[in-house]
């Protein structure tokens, strides 16, 4: 079949993804460069470019500090390798709190410099006007509630929510609100279990777990925490390989060549063609 023939790939889209609650789990992991997005694409329904790229790729000691240009350079990298998947790109602090005005400024400037689907927002209740305004306005929205690290100053660091009736209260109420207010998915990260069940149970939204629910959704994984390259991951994380060990022993072997002189050999170096 010629290349011109082939069936082009159909992208997830907003409304795919919400037509998926209480359906076939939706999968979903985050994604920062090109060729890591290339090799994920095939296996999610949605990639997350996550503000926890300050973390894993930066080496940042919290989210705070990312910027709307270090999310733009990386959307657009996911973006160059990605065909299915739906590319979500998260606001960064301070990108969306001062008023819905300004929020639709930065997410359409994140949309169209690199021509993601959608964009994430952490939802706390003052985030509904917000998330109602980007939607009418035809800005596709994926809410996030529960543990929220761009709130870790306040909150003292990264805490699991809804241990206590109050806080269970104020989280349901969180996502109510996220999805009357038109959020095509909520993220439910670090509560425990019954409270993400009964906000799944609540919204018409699909919800899409990380330390929450196996009953979410969908679940999603920062990528770096899954392949094990992570020196510590929080206890939700299930390593499905271990790259960091791999990197380790190629490096260790790698530099045992170079010092023996045994790398570069024979077939690694170029020779003049005789004649």
Same mark, same amino acid.
């Given at each position: ?120 927002? $952490?939802?706390?209740?003052?985030? @509904? *006007?917000? #998330? &109602?305004?980007?939607?009418?306005? =035809?800005?596709?929205?994926?809410? +996030? %509630? ?102 380790? $022993?190629?490096?260790?072997?790698? @530099? *045992?060549? #170079? &010092?023996?002189?045994?790398?570069? =050999?024979?077939?690694?170096?170029? +020779? %003049?063609?005789?004649?």
């Amino acid at each position: 079949m010629s290349a011109q023939s082939e069936t082009p790939v159909k992208r997830q889209t907003p409304p795919s993804i919400r037509a998926r609650k209480g359906g076939e789990p939706i999968v979903c992991l985050t994604a920062y460069d090109a060729p890591t997005a290339g090799l994920l694409d095939p296996h999610c329904d949605v990639l997350l470019v996550g503000d926890s790229l300050g973390m894993v790729v930066h080496g940042l000691p919290s989210t705070i500090g990312v910027t709307m240009e270090m999310m733009i350079l990386h959307g657009q990298a996911v973006m160059r390798r990605a065909r299915q998947a739906l590319v979500v790109i998260d606001m960064p602090f301070g990108s969306y709190e001062k008023s819905p005005q300004q929020a639709f400024e930065n997410a359409s400037r994140i949309l169209a410099e690199t021509g993601a689907q959608a964009v994430k927002l $952490e939802t706390g209740a003052f985030a @509904a *006007e917000t #998330v &109602r305004f980007l939607t009418e306005r =035809g800005v596709p929205v994926m809410g +996030h %509630v529960g543990l929220r690290p761009q709130a870790s100053l306040a909150d003292g660091g990264f805490k699991a929510k809804g241990r206590s009736q109050t806080e269970r209260d104020r989280v349901l109420e969180e996502a109510r609100l996220t999805d009357e207010a038109g959020a095509f998915s909520i993220v439910i990260e670090g509560t425990s279990q019954d409270l993400a069940e009964e906000i799944s149970a609540a919204v018409s939204a699909p919800t899409i777990g990380i330390g929450a629910s196996a009953k979410c959704d969908g679940q999603v994984l920062v990528v770096n925490d899954m392949l094990g390259q992570s020196d510590w991951v929080p206890r939700f994380v299930k390593k499905y390989a271990d790259l960091r060990g791999l990197t380790d $022993e190629a490096a260790r072997r790698f @530099a *045992e060549e #170079v &010092r023996a002189r045994s790398f570069p =050999g024979p077939e690694h170096v170029y +020779h %003049v063609k005789a004649g």
